[in-house]
């Protein structure tokens, strides 16, 4: 009969020199079931969220032990992974061969390789301050056009207390030799580029967070809504999506921020805030902000109102992406 294993995860050991045969060294340990010395085929433990406030960033105090029959150990071997990160495009090569004005607007016409299929076109213009509604249609021939989208809206605003740009184009994917981008104003836009890609879906799994109080606070002196969201643990976050109830155009900037302790003074009780991302807050898309992933059970997310009334923020939705362990138990 082949000998049974009693595999453990053990993490965070207390001391720097680990005696294998020394459990009670370890701070943190899950037993993990169901493998047997026959078991040669890989197997993919996904680390529970309250293991991340225990470990180290790099994940260098994790192990796994096996325990024989005889109480003999031995370290199995491992890797951790995690999904990657975002949605791969591909730039297109283009010519911009027309750019005419006609009595309602201006027109831009993109010669593309043949059979080259497309769904993103980002614009610069050197126009700072703008707000129109944009029309991409599509031909193999110049003489017949077909609507891509219509009444896209991109605009631009910059002044004293705002500067804010959405000008990038998304659409199904489409394929034609020929993109014609019309934009309606008696002003030249000034089209300085374009980037036109094509951006691969990748379906990307986010674990979501419940969250342990959500609060909304309005500072009134400093002109700013105030989020505080607390989680129930120390986790990996790197997702934040923010519901707002109001429909009216608003434009405002946005800071995501979480506690660390102060490196100056690591026994300080108290903690200052860092900075995990800067953005835009806006009625013009879906406000789903990612960044690079931070480790924490808290989240100040700061919304600066300036002059205008403070938003209706209905809900906040935080997650992360999940890391695997991957382990081969062979005798």
Not at 188 to 217: C, G, H, W
Not at 316 to 324: A, S
């Amino acid at each position: 009969m082949k000998a049974k294993f009693k595999i453990l995860i053990l993490l965070v050991s207390l001391f720097a020199q680990i005696a294998f045969g020394q459990f009670e060294n370890y701070g943190f340990r899950r037993e993990i079931g169901g493998v047997t010395s026959a078991s040669e085929a890989w197997h993919k433990i996904v680390l529970p969220d309250e293991t991340f406030g225990k470990v180290a960033m790099d994940f260098s105090d994790v192990k796994i032990i096996g325990v024989k029959e005889n109480n003999e150990t031995v370290e199995v071997p491992f890797f951790i992974r995690q999904q990657a990160a975002g949605e791969p495009e591909k730039e297109i090569k283009f010519q911009i061969i027309n750019r005419t004005q006609k009595s309602d607007g201006f027109y831009f016409t993109f010669e593309l390789p043949r059979d080259t299929p497309i769904n993103q076109i980002e614009l610069e213009f050197g126009n700072p301050n703008f707000d129109w509604k944009a029309r991409l249609e599509g031909s193999q021939n110049q003489i017949e056009w077909f609507t891509v989208i219509d009444d896209y809206r991109i605009l631009s605003i910059n002044n004293d207390l705002t500067d804010y740009a959405f000008t990038t184009l998304n659409f199904p994917n489409a394929k034609f030799r020929y993109f014609r981008l019309f934009i309606p104003t008696a002003d030249n836009p000034d089209l300085i580029s374009a980037k036109i890609t094509e951006r691969q879906k990748v379906e990307m799994f986010y674990k979501p967070y419940q969250t342990k109080s959500f609060a909304v606070r309005d500072n009134k002196k400093l002109k700013q809504t105030v989020i505080d969201v607390e989680l129930p643990t120390f986790v990996p976050v790197s997702f934040v999506k923010i519901n707002v109830r109001d429909t009216f155009d608003f434009y405002r900037p946005l800071h995501i921020k979480y506690p660390v302790k102060n490196p100056a003074n690591p026994q300080d009780a108290r903690q200052i805030l860092n900075l995990a991302s800067s953005n835009t807050l806006s009625s013009l898309k879906t406000n789903e902000f990612r960044f690079n992933e931070v480790r924490t059970d808290r989240l100040q997310i700061i919304i600066e109102n300036r002059d205008n009334q403070p938003l209706t923020v209905d809900s906040i939705e935080v997650k992360g992406k999940p890391y695997e362990l991957i382990a081969r138990f062979t005798p």
